[in-house]
């Protein structure tokens, strides 16, 4: 048996690329495309310049603790709270969050979901630097 020399021992890697390009093509020919869902946030800056409507400021410290006006309000109170304030300055309230930056996400969630159930539509989330 006549032994090959290595330096003539070659292995053709063109079916393979066309192999791959094929399933490149494939793929993305199959693949749906969608479109990523924006949520909208309004910057409180811009907001309060455009609208004639009242806020209610909310601050949410480092501790998650909310306070109105340096009063700590307890997070189960929020939806009363918010109730009332729109009761008192009209169905075009909004709620402007301060947020310290170490507060978790959980606070603005809390906050969210009582302006939510006490039908308020707009609510703006600002984070204050450290």
Known sequence: MKKIPESD???????????????LIFFIVVAS???????????????????KSASLILEVDANNQVFHNHHAIAVTALR????????????????????HSAASVQAYADIVDAAQLALVDTVMVKILPL
Do not use: H, T
């Not at 021992?9 to 399933?23: C, E, G």
């Not at 009363?80 to 947020?99: F, H, K, T």
């Open 9 to 23: 021992a070659a292995v053709d890697l063109n079916p393979m690329l066309d192999v791959i390009f094929i399933l």
């Open 33 to 51: 495309f969608q479109q990523e869902r924006v949520l909208p946030i309004e910057e409180p800056g811009k907001a309060a310049g455009d609208r």
């Open 80 to 99: 009363g709270y918010i109730a009332q304030a729109r009761a008192e300055n009209g169905a075009d309230l909004s709620v402007l969050v301060m947020a």
